[in-house]
């Protein structure tokens, strides 16, 4: 007889708990079998004194059930707060955010019926360090923290998804025009990468024009990976012959 899979689940703030009801409605009647676990999170969390914005509690049920079910939460205003979601991230090492976005034509109308994109996005480094000081009364730094080993896991990550996907190309999307440092190097770890992947299609496209590209053409996106504005696009040549998209595009 199959068992029950926990999840934990977080209701969050605001709409959070609306929409996290006609979520699991939508998963109970698929015919998930789950058992919840519930957690509190977010702004009552946070004003208690618990600057994570989760109770020490909620980490144990994580670490048994693996999975994270979570609505919005409100991050209060002024210093002090850390964002839930990058804590959660660093925390479990949750280094690829990985998002397919696929239109649902006919049964949903766009203007993009064959839209088949994945958006794969770094989420530990870059200016999701948080790392800030004050130089002067007037004047404010936000480090941007680009590494070797950071750039070879996502982008090794992304060639592995394309790989596994059936995904024939990955366009990478980068501002080393102007970054020629951080994002030059996360450009030469992906150029070094793509040679390991002779199968895979590659290309470059500086972000300006590659998110014009995307928001012109998303059928031609599959998948994106990314440090913020940079990301890995995948996409499906059975869905487009051409691929638009920032940072790293697989097709």
């Excluded at 048994?64 to 707060?81: C, E, H, M, N, S």
């Excluded at 989420?123 to 800030?132: F, H, M, R, S």
């Excluded at 404010?140 to 896991?153: A, H, M, N």
Aim: hydrophobic letters at 40%; glycine letters at 6%.
């Amino acid at each position: 007889m199959a068992t029950n899979t926990p999840i934990t689940v977080a209701y969050g703030d605001g709409i959070g708990p609306e929409i996290m009801t006609a979520t699991l409605d939508i998963i109970k009647a698929a015919g998930a079998r789950i058992d919840i676990e519930e957690v509190e999170v977010g702004e009552r969390v946070y004003l208690r004194g618990i600057n994570a914005g989760i109770e020490p509690s909620a980490w144990e049920s994580l670490r048994r059930t693996k999975v994270f079910l979570k609505a919005p939460i409100t991050t209060p205003q002024g210093g002090g707060y850390k964002s839930l979601n990058v804590t959660t991230r660093t925390t479990f090492g949750l280094y690829a955010n990985v998002r397919p976005c696929v239109s649902y034509y006919p049964f949903v109308e766009t203007k993009h019926p064959t839209m088949d994109v994945v958006i794969i996005r770094e989420n530990e480094e870059d200016l999701y360090t948080g790392i800030e000081y004050r130089q002067t009364h007037d004047m404010v730094e936000s480090l941007k923290l680009i590494s070797r080993p950071g750039s070879e896991k996502i982008v090794r990550y992304a060639f592995e998804y394309a790989k596994s996907h059936n995904r024939q190309k990955v366009t990478c999307f980068m501002k080393d025009n102007i970054m020629k440092l951080t994002d030059g190097l996360f450009h030469k770890v992906f150029n070094e990468i793509a040679e390991d992947y002779p199968d895979i299609e590659n290309e470059t496209w500086i972000v300006d024009i590659g998110s014009a590209k995307l928001a012109d053409t998303p059928e031609a996106i599959a998948a994106q990976c990314s440090r913020l504005f940079m990301a890995l696009l995948l996409v499906a040549q059975d869905r487009t012959s051409l691929i638009h998209q920032a940072c790293c595009l697989l097709q």
